[in-house]
């Protein structure tokens, strides 16, 4: 019998899986590509032979991490950090914890700071390979 016991209420809220790329198009866009997944577009970056997953939007202003244009490309630094083009913000490619200072790229305005001049880390997703298929969890 389907009593239902059992099933707590965080069935929304749970994390999905979702295969989003594959191997041979994050090579083929030099080891990043950004998808969309639900509407929230994801960087996907190779770095030291591990895939990463990273919300493509900086938590500064909301600006992309990588744009359309070469301009507008984020830097991967060699400790493993996604640099947001726009202001130099480092985000760990692991944790998306801010590594060394925030928003060093951007003028420090009287009165108004940065903009926003709480730092905050970027959104990271468990990313798993399976075969050639790039699977995250969000």
Same mark, same amino acid.
């Given at each position: 019998?389907?009593? =239902?016991? =059992?099933? =707590?209420?965080?069935?929304? *809220?749970?994390?999905? /899986? /979702?295969?989003?790329?594959?191997?041979?198009?994050? /090579?083929?866009?030099?080891?990043?590509?950004?998808? +969309?997944?639900? #509407?929230?577009?994801?960087?996907?970056? +190779?770095? *030291?032979?591990?895939?990463?997953? $990273? &919300? &493509?939007?900086?938590?500064?202003?909301?600006?992309?991490?990588?744009?359309?244009?070469?301009?507008?490309? !984020?830097?991967?630094?060699?400790? @493993?950090?996604?640099?947001? %083009? *726009?202001?130099?913000?480092?985000?760990?490619? /692991?944790? =998306? +914890?801010?590594? @060394?200072?925030?928003? %060093?790229? $951007?003028? &420090?305005? %009287?009165?108004? #700071?940065? @903009?926003?001049?709480? %730092?905050?880390? !970027?959104?990271?997703?468990?990313?798993?390979? &399976?075969?050639?298929?790039?699977?995250?969890?969000?």
């Amino acid at each position: 019998g389907g009593s =239902g016991r =059992g099933r =707590g209420g965080a069935l929304a *809220a749970r994390a999905t /899986k /979702k295969t989003v790329a594959t191997v041979a198009q994050l /090579k083929e866009g030099g080891g990043r590509t950004v998808v +969309e997944v639900d #509407g929230t577009k994801v960087l996907l970056q +190779e770095f *030291a032979g591990e895939i990463y997953a $990273m &919300n &493509n939007k900086c938590p500064h202003l909301g600006l992309p991490l990588q744009g359309r244009t070469a301009l507008l490309s !984020a830097e991967v630094t060699d400790a @493993g950090c996604v640099v947001c %083009p *726009a202001h130099k913000t480092a985000f760990d490619l /692991k944790t =998306g +914890e801010v590594q @060394g200072e925030w928003c %060093p790229g $951007m003028p &420090n305005i %009287p009165l108004l #700071g940065k @903009g926003n001049n709480n %730092p905050a880390p !970027a959104t990271v997703y468990e990313v798993e390979v &399976n075969g050639d298929d790039i699977a995250i969890t969000m």
